[in-house]
């Protein structure tokens, strides 16, 4: 599975848009790229995934850009308890199952 | 609602002393992985189980095993525990073969202190 590169921490005000930059720059054709944040002392819990188009859910926008070397996740109006760190992880998504977890990204939201 | 479940959600062992952590899911999922983390770590894949065919990864050192007696459940036993296994120990499972990583559903977790 490629490996992906992310800033170590980021801050963000509350209400603003927290976008967390993740770079995969050896991608392969049948990579997905795949989103987990884990806030402190829980378990990691999924947020979104994207092959090549962007994506947007409930919790989150992925967007990936056309080389499909790097993606932003975008949380558009950060709370508080979007306080974590989050993972942005690249795996074979046909018969691959394991997920392995990269070093991440800690946000704090702050007032 | 469908979950994973793990107990302890605290452990505290003896150095030395056999020490099993649990968990169970209601999902009715195939595949069953641990996780390994550590303080300010990611987690890391000790190992999973396909079914019944059980997955070790390189690394895992061997005093690490595992037991699936059945679907719902799954056992991470630490043979010998050392100082240096004291970490929050993660349980989660996936739809195996659908290859979507949405499918991972994580435990709580069981925090384990050596002493």
């Known amino acids: 599975d490629a490996k992906t590169t992310q800033p170590p921490s980021m801050d963000c005000a509350e209400g603003r848009a927290a976008n967390l930059p993740c770079n995969h720059s050896t991608i392969s054709g049948n990579e997905y790229v795949y989103w987990y944040r884990q806030i402190h002392s829980q378990g990691p819990q999924y947020i979104i995934h994207?092959?090549?188009n962007n994506e947007t859910n409930e919790m989150a926008s992925l967007i990936i850009t056309e080389d499909r070397k790097s993606s932003t996740l975008i949380l558009p109006h950060a709370t508080l308890r979007d306080t974590a760190v989050y993972y942005c992880i690249v795996r074979v998504g046909v018969y691959t199952d394991k997920l392995i977890f990269g070093t991440g990204t800690r946000l704090q939201v702050f007032p | 609602d469908a979950m994973v479940i793990q107990n302890p959600r605290y452990q505290v062992t003896q150095f030395g002393k056999p020490v099993t952590l649990s968990c169970s899911q209601t999902?009715?999922?195939?595949?069953m992985y641990w996780y390994q983390q550590k303080s300010s770590q990611a987690p890391k894949l000790l190992f999973h189980y396909y079914d019944k065919d059980f997955n070790n990864e390189a690394d895992t050192p061997d005093n690490f095993q595992s037991r699936r007696p059945n679907t719902s459940f799954c056992f991470l036993d630490i043979r010998s525990p050392g100082l240096g296994d004291a970490a929050m120990y993660l349980c989660a499972t996936s739809r195996g073969g659908q290859g979507f990583g949405y499918g991972y559903t994580f435990g709580s977790g069981t925090r384990l202190t050596v002493v």
């Open positions: 999902l009715n999922h195939n595949v």
């Open positions: 994207g092959l090549k």
